[in-house]
Each structure stands twice: as structure tokens, then as C-alpha cells.
């Protein structure tokens, strides 16, 4: 008996299965430990069906990576363009950059955590990264190109210098608030990450104000 052909609403169900179910595995399990097959046997289906949707485990991956970008970026996007005042702007994007990896830890490991690049090695040059950079970057820019902010070396107007600092202490707070590395919680009392994000980026700010306006001389 001929097996009807999938919608292409089935198809995406059936794809989204199989990334879920490969999701799970390899947090659990580690990335290189998994195999399709076995991804293949948890959705309940065999390997060569499988194949069908994604040819190889660096295909899988890739979607996995990707997927969760497209997810981060349009976030980020949408966050940015309500908000036409660059500070602003700045304290809304981080904010929501580290509830994007408090939301989802696994979806925060599959972006940064994990080595995609021993399976799918074309992945750092993705440019969708750089997409998710420019959103922050764009307003950095405009702050500094509005006087709100400063770099930190006067002598070298490094912007990209800023947008790191930003981006590392995003990083670190949602890696401290989620566990992702450590239970740090046995330690040392841990602020709400959100909380946490909202007063590291208005530290970040102040210290990073024009010195006149902090009552210093220029």
C-alpha cells in the first residue's frame, strides 16, 4: 500500500517532532554521543524516513541552531523598534535577551554552550549571528553618535568594545541564573535573573555616560 504524500502542514509537524525529540537527546545525552537513528527511534519512526527530512545529523543541527537565532533576532528586532530612544532601547534588549535564555536554557546551550561546529563546522560563519549582533550594535551606535554614551578608551571609539561589554554581561547573567554551568544557587543566594539583567544594564550605563554629565570634567 502507497503511504499518501504529507501536507505541507504535516511535514513541518513531522520535522518539528523530530528536532524536538533531538532537542531532548542531546541535552541528555551529549551532542556527539547521539545518532540519527536514535533520534529516529524516539519519534518513533525509522532512519531512512528520517533521512527524508534531514539528510545528515550536521542538517538536524543546523536547523536546531538556526531556528533558535531566527527565534532570538526577531525578538530582539521587534524590541528595538518599539522603542525609539536609544538608552531605552538598550535596557529592553538586554532584558529580553536574558529572558530569552532564562525561558529556555536548552534553546540558550544549542546557541552558545554547545560545540555544533565538531557536526555542522559551517555554523560560525552563519551570518544570521551577525544579524542578532547588529541589533544591539545599531543602537550602541546611535547612542554614542547622540553623546549618551561613551566608549571606554576616549582615544579609540571602539564600539564593538561596548556592545561586548553588553553582550558578556547578558551571558553571564543568564549562566548564573539558570544553572546552565553550575548550581550556583548552593553557594551564594542568586538575584531574579530579569532583575539582575535590569540593574547590571543600568550600571553599564552610568559608568559609561559622558563624564559632564556625571559632574566630572570633561
Known amino acids: ?4 504524500l504529507q501536507s505541507p502542514v504535516e511535514r513541518e509537524q513531522t520535522r518539528q517532532r523530530i528536532l524536538d525529540a533531538a532537542r531532548v537527546l542531546f541535552d541528555s545525552d551529549g551532542l ?9 527511534t524516539r519519534v518513533g519512526m525509522t532512519a531512512p524516513a528520517l533521512y527524508r527530512y534531514f539528510p545528515s545529523k550536521g542538517e538536524l543541527v543546523r536547523a536546531l541552531w538556526r531556528g533558535a537565532l531566527l527565534e532570538l533576532r526577531i525578538r530582539l528586532e ?7 530612544q536609544p538608552l531605552a532601547a538598550l535596557r529592553a534588549i538586554g532584558a529580553a535577551y536574558v529572558a530569552f535564555g532564562v525561558e529556555d536554557p536548552l534553546r540558550f546551550r544549542i546557541l552558545f554552550l554547545w560545540s555544533v561546529e565538531s557536526v555542522a563546522p559551517d555554523i560560525p560563519a552563519d551570518p544570521e549571528i551577525q544579524s542578532v549582533y547588529g541589533v ?5 551606535a546611535e547612542a554614542v553618535a547622540q553623546g549618551l554614551i561613551r566608549c571606554p578608551d576616549a582615544a579609540n571609539t571602539d564600539i564593538d568594545a561596548v556592545v561586548q561589554m553588553f553582550w558578556a554581561a547578558a551571558h553571564g547573567i ?7 554551568v553550575f548550581p550556583c544557587d548552593s553557594m551564594l543566594p542568586m538575584a531574579p535573573p530579569i532583575d539582575l539583567a535590569n540593574a547590571t544594564i543600568a550600571t553599564l550605563l552610568r559608568g559609561l555616560a559622558p563624564r559632564t554629565h556625571l559632574g566630572d570634567s570633561p
Not at 1 to 4: C, G, L, Q
Not at 32 to 40: G, H, K, N, P, T
Open 32 to 40: 556527539d554521543a547521539v545518532s540519527l537513528r536514535a533520534i529516529a
Open 136 to 140: 544591539l550594535r545599531r543602537r550602541v
Open 174 to 180: 543568564i549562566i548564573l541564573g539558570t544553572k546552565v
Open 78 to 84: 521587534a524590541i528595538s523598534a518599539a522603542e525609539p
Open 1 to 4: 500500500m502507497i503511504r499518501p
